[in-house]
């Protein structure tokens, strides 16, 4: 619990001392950044996964997908197609590059965008390891596109009110209480 507080913490920090958004977009389009770029260990990418119970029928979107790993490894262990979207043009050709590197690129597409703004109507399951506010910024536009028996799966963070289906906490590999959230929609518009 001690260590997940710490995680959280150094979280918050680093989005207080972070830029707000990449140097290298426009500043009159800058999106407000949901989290700093600190990637979910594979371990712990794995047990989400497995909680959200994806199968290749799925599609996973990863809203702040970092070096694209969730929905790359979601590929690559089931099968599943994959939609990344990352405001950061780095983290995009990172991700981009992984594909290729892992032979993925016709399951998996990386968008730079605005998580906030993307449209993720087509997902059966969502990804997130931002903040609390942000999940509970994003809470709108998800329970308003996501069709019912849509599964959200966060690593760490809650989203407001909306009490999850499941909770898990387990030690990660390194010895580190990882929790993760899952939500699954009903077609109520919880906003
Ligand atoms: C904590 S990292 C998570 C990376 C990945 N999902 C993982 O779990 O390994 C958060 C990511 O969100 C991205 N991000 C922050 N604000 C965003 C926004 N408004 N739109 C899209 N991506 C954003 C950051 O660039 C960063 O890569």
Redesign the pocket.
């Known amino acids: 619990m001690r260590t997940q507080i710490a995680a959280a913490a150094t979280?918050l920090a680093m989005v207080m001392l972070s830029p707000l958004t990449?140097a290298s977009l426009d500043a009159r389009q800058q999106?407000?950044?949901?989290?700093?770029?600190?990637?979910?260990p594979l371990d712990v990418?794995h047990r989400m996964l497995e909680l959200a119970k994806v199968t290749k029928d799925d599609v996973v979107y990863?809203?702040?997908?970092?070096?694209g790993?969730?929905v790359i490894e979601a590929a690559q262990r089931y099968g599943s197609r994959g939609v990344g979207?990352?405001?950061?043009p780095e983290?995009i050709a990172e991700a981009n590059a992984a594909a290729q590197r892992r032979g993925l690129q016709d399951l998996v597409t990386f968008r730079q965008?605005?998580?906030?703004t993307a449209d993720v109507s087509e997902a059966t399951v969502v990804?997130?390891?931002?903040l609390t506010s942000?999940n509970r910024k994003l809470r709108p536009m998800l329970t308003r596109q996501l069709r019912p028996g849509a599964r959200i799966v966060s690593?760490a963070f809650r989203m407001g009110d909306w009490e999850p289906e499941e909770t898990q906490s387990f030690e990660d590999q390194r010895g580190n209480t990882r929790t993760i959230h899952l939500w699954r929609t009903d077609g109520t518009v919880r906003p």
């Open positions: 979280l990449p999106p407000a950044s949901l989290a700093p770029y600190v990637p979910t990418v990863d809203l702040g997908c970092g070096d790993r969730i979207i990352d405001y950061d983290r965008e605005d998580a906030m990804t997130l390891y931002l942000s690593h």
